[in-house]
């Protein structure tokens, strides 16, 4: 298994610009989470779906973040527009339900200019 | 609500120095707890987890935690430490329900000179 699969690695984009992250979850885990880390406020759990749906996003800064999971091996998270503060690295994890292994991508280090 | 608090920051240490990090966590329920480990510019991995039994889980590379239910803490430990662990520690708490999220603490950054 390749583990679980983020694009871009890195983005660098301007303030205002639209961007968005992917992730592919490992193949039968059905739990799917957005993390957030930076250096102010360490990792944050921005959203998590289980078996495609929304559970909670409790954790979304604001509206301009919006996440989608279309189907069970795809997710997407948005920010538009995008602001420097924006600036982090975005790791998505996934899991079984009723698991506890999780397993995280490589992240995406983004940063808006 | 859940959460997790890490209380040293940033750790120095000499190689051969022993370790210890601390954890406590705010959980009205049963937990499952997790030590991670982020080695500089990689994702996180896991160091080990807790989830019942033995209060006194050994992960990989040499580390150990114990779980001390009456102190809601789950220290991590290593005896004797390398340069090649130095790293970011999180430690992190789940409940036991199927769909409970895993929450993080703000992590130790850990520098060890050889």
């Known amino acids: 298994d390749a583990g679980v699969i983020q694009s871009p690695r890195h983005e660098v984009t301007e303030m205002g610009q639209e961007v968005t992250l992917r992730c592919k979850p490992i193949?039968?885990?059905?739990?799917l989470f957005w993390y957030r880390q930076t250096m102010m406020r360490g990792l944050e759990l921005l959203i998590y779906?289980?078996?495609?749906?929304?559970?909670?996003d409790s954790g979304m800064p604001e509206d301009r973040f919006s996440a989608k999971m279309p189907n069970a091996s795809f997710s997407t998270l948005k920010i538009q527009p995008s602001e420097p503060r924006d600036s982090a690295v975005y790791f998505c994890?996934?899991?079984?339900?009723?698991?506890?292994?999780?397993?995280f991508g490589s992240g995406t280090r983004l940063t808006v200019v | 609500a859940q959460s997790v608090s890490q209380h040293n920051h940033h750790v120095i240490l000499s190689e051969a120095a022993s370790l210890e990090l601390g954890c406590n966590y705010s959980?009205?329920?049963?937990?499952?707890l997790f030590w991670y480990v982020q080695y500089p510019g990689q994702h996180l991995q896991l160091l080990l987890k807790?989830?019942?039994?033995?209060?006194l889980v050994k992960g990989i590379k040499g580390f150990e935690a114990e779980f001390i239910k009456s102190k809601f803490s789950f220290n991590l430990r290593k005896p004797s430490v390398q340069w090649s662990d130095t790293a970011e520690y999180f430690c992190?708490?789940?409940?036991?329900?199927?769909?409970?999220?895993?929450?993080f603490g703000a992590g130790t950054r850990l520098a060890v000179h050889p």
């Open positions: 994890a996934s899991k079984q339900t009723g698991a506890f292994s999780y397993t």
């Open positions: 193949s039968g885990h059905n739990s």
């Open positions: 779906f289980n078996n495609n749906v929304p559970i909670d």
């Open positions: 959980y009205g329920g049963t937990v499952n």
């Open positions: 807790y989830f019942s039994g033995d209060p």
């Open positions: 992190a708490v789940t409940g036991s329900g199927g769909y409970n999220k895993l929450i």
